[in-house]
């Protein structure tokens, strides 16, 4: 069976027929589609749950599906057996510290920084970001791995590419748990994206009104 039937099997979620086809395959962060995905990031990005977790009790994951998966200690075990790869791209262009924080896996975030990874290096995928504006788009993380992420960052204000910092982002989506950390960590509430929006003006928008109010005072 050849990569694309497995992809396939993927987004159809059929985890009896993807474990049948992967009998014999070789270790599943093998098999990537044409954008460099590989089959578990795959299913777990498109919410494809059963056979995510095929994949995951299959074994064998990378550093950035193991940091995905919230496996802190394979993600540990592998960045202590390969210390340069700590830092490395996905194909998809995504650190294993950028998906651990997505995903609000702060186990595995911990054990990253602990390795030393990077937490100033950005993607190179759509967004371009840093970690920290990754875990505040994705909501998941709790209070005190953000503050661990936030204190390795050093720069709370930092900018991704469209101009955007973490704080806006958070507020947007209403994370108010990140807010809080942004702000002990002393992000400037008063920075304007260059069309002149802040962080408050993004909460307003978005309907948080009691964090607008906080933001804009």
């Known amino acids: 069976m050849d990569t694309k039937e497995l992809f396939a099997l993927a987004d159809a979620d059929d985890a009896d027929g993807l474990g049948k086809a992967l009998k014999g395959a070789p270790e599943s962060f093998r098999l990537r589609n044409e954008a460099g995905e590989t089959l578990f990031l795959y299913c777990v990005f498109r919410g494809k749950t059963k056979c995510a977790e095929l994949l995951k009790r299959r074994g064998g994951q990378s550093l950035h599906e193991a940091a995905l998966a919230g496996d802190a200690k394979r993600a540990a075990v592998l960045a202590k057996a390969a210390p340069w790869s700590v830092d490395t791209l ?95 960590a002393g992000a400037n509430k008063r920075v304007k994206t260059p069309d002149g929006k802040t962080a408050a003006d993004f909460a307003r928008e978005r309907g948080h009104e009691a964090l607008a109010e906080m933001l804009g005072a």
């Open 90 to 184: 996905s194909p998809d262009g995504w650190t294993a510290l950028h998906l651990a924080a997505f995903l609000g896996q702060g186990g595995a975030l911990a054990a990253l920084l602990d390795h030393g990874a990077d937490a100033r290096i950005f993607g190179r995928a759509f967004e371009q970001n840093l970690p920290i504006h990754a875990a505040a788009a994705g909501r998941r993380i709790d209070k005190v791995s953000y503050a661990k992420l936030v204190a390795a960052t050093g720069n709370p204000d930092a900018l991704q590419k469209q101009g955007y910092t973490a704080l806006m982002i958070a507020a947007a989506n209403g994370f108010s748990d990140a807010v809080d950390v942004l702000l002990e």
